[in-house]
């Protein structure tokens, strides 16, 4: 198992870049709402629900190909191959190593994994989607910040949980913070970082307005994505609590 002082800490924001940085800084709330959240909560102790959970694996599983696709955006706007490669890797990252956290999930309620996934986002997933895919059509920069809470919040996660709980092995969800918290993602979550931030530096205000909105408005979907599986949200739900009324 590893240990907190064989990971490299990637929060620390004297490393990460002034744009970047200001902008962890100015939404530290979001994060710790994210932090706070029941359904991640409860996923510390070890005591989240198997509904919530398993809602949460089938629409995590259709978002990430989702995600994928938002990934061919950014090859599009690749500027050289370096770039291009970037997102080769970070597409096989997603379909190879991504489903270890959902597979930890599935095992620990005696779940198989292709039994949970859904065939549609639900509501709050799908807007979700909508504005990285609508940021994708704007600069490459501004598809990164789009782009980017959703690995910096998990593992930021992954590394405040395992930096507090001196025996992880406890809880049943081991797997999954330990998979967060791992070397592997904290040197994505460094490759990411910096790369966000040489696209602020040549960035004009305007387009860095629009990377800084991207980012708040991610930092509010990934909030939204633990309420929708917590509270097991579908389409059905509004217009059933309506004709209920």
């Known amino acids: 198992m590893t240990t907190l002082d064989d990971r490299t800490i990637t929060t620390d924001l004297a490393d990460i870049g002034d744009f970047t940085a200001s902008l962890r800084q100015e939404h530290d709330d979001l ?22 959970t398993l809602h949460y694996v ?3 599983h259709h978002y990430l190909s989702a995600y994928l696709r938002c990934y061919g ?35 620990s309620f005696g ?6 996934q859904h065939d549609r986002l639900a509501p709050s997933a799908q807007a979700y989607i909508d504005h990285m895919m609508e940021c994708g059509h704007d600069s490459l ?16 996660a992954g590394n405040r949980y395992l930096a507090q709980h001196d025996n992880p092995a406890d809880n049943k969800f081991e797997g999954w913070w330990q998979f967060y918290g791992s070397p592997d993602c904290n040197d994505l979550l460094a490759n990411l970082l910096q790369r966000c931030e040489a696209l602020a530096q040549e960035a004009g205000p305007a387009e860095r307005a629009r990377m800084a909105r ?19 949200e579908t389409w059905g739900d509004l217009p059933r609590s309506i004709l209920a009324g």
């Open 141 to 156: 920069g501004v598809l990164m910040f789009a782009l980017l809470p959703c690995p910096w919040t998990y593992i930021w």
């Open 73 to 107: 955006l950014g090859m599009a706007k690749s500027p050289d191959r370096p770039w291009m490669r970037h997102f080769v890797d970070s597409s096989l990252f997603l379909l190879e190593d991504e489903s270890h956290p959902h597979h930890v999930m599935c095992e």
């Open 214 to 232: 991207a980012f708040e408005l991610s930092c509010h979907h990934e909030i939204r994505f633990w309420q929708l599986a917590y509270t097991r």
């Open 31 to 52: 994060f710790e709402a994210f932090w706070a959240h029941p359904f991640l909560r409860e996923l510390r102790a070890g005591t989240l629900s198997r509904e919530a």
């Open 111 to 116: 779940v198989q994994y292709e039994a949970v």
């Open 58 to 60: 089938g629409q995590d």
